[in-house]
Nanobody, 122 residues
Framework: QLQASGGGMVQAGGSLRLSCGASARTFSNNAVGWFRQAPGKEREFVAA????????LYADSVKGRFTISRDNAKSTVYLQMNSLKPEDTAVYYCAVGRYSVVTTSISTYNYWGQGTQVTVSS
């Protein structure tokens, strides 16, 4: 089971760190991505990391502010979010990809966890 946590309410300019935990078998050899969905909008790609952690991808809207990392020994992927903006408000989901390489396409992620709410006030 994939479990995202760490969401909450923060003022603009603040920081949060999201965590995504699962069994080692779930993460084994697969990329992991973070996506978000704001009310009335489609789910969108935020960041992804390859199996070995050397490859990462970010949406343009979060580059330079968010950092994705993983600890395979703990079967956990993190999303460090700094300089948060009100437009970052959304439910954030982590997902395990079909492949070990990173992709931005939502269709390449086939195992999704429950989301965690992030609310940024102005």
């Amino acid at each position: 089971q994939l479990q995202a946590s760490g969401g909450g309410m923060v003022q603009a300019g603040g920081s949060l760190r999201l965590s995504c935990g699962a069994s080692a078998r779930t993460f084994s050899n697969n990329a992991v991505g973070w996506f978000r969905q704001a009310p009335g909008k489609e789910r969108e790609f935020v960041a992804a990391i390859g199996w070995r952690g050397g490859s990462t991808l970010y949406a343009d809207s979060v580059k330079g502010r968010f950092t994705i990392s993983r600890d395979n020994a703990k079967s956990t992927v993190y999303l460090q979010m700094n300089s948060l903006k009100p437009e970052d408000t959304a439910v954030y989901y982590c997902a395990v990809g079909r492949y070990s390489v990173v992709t931005t396409s939502i269709s390449t992620y086939n195992y999704w966890g429950q989301g965690t709410q992030v609310t940024v006030s102005s």
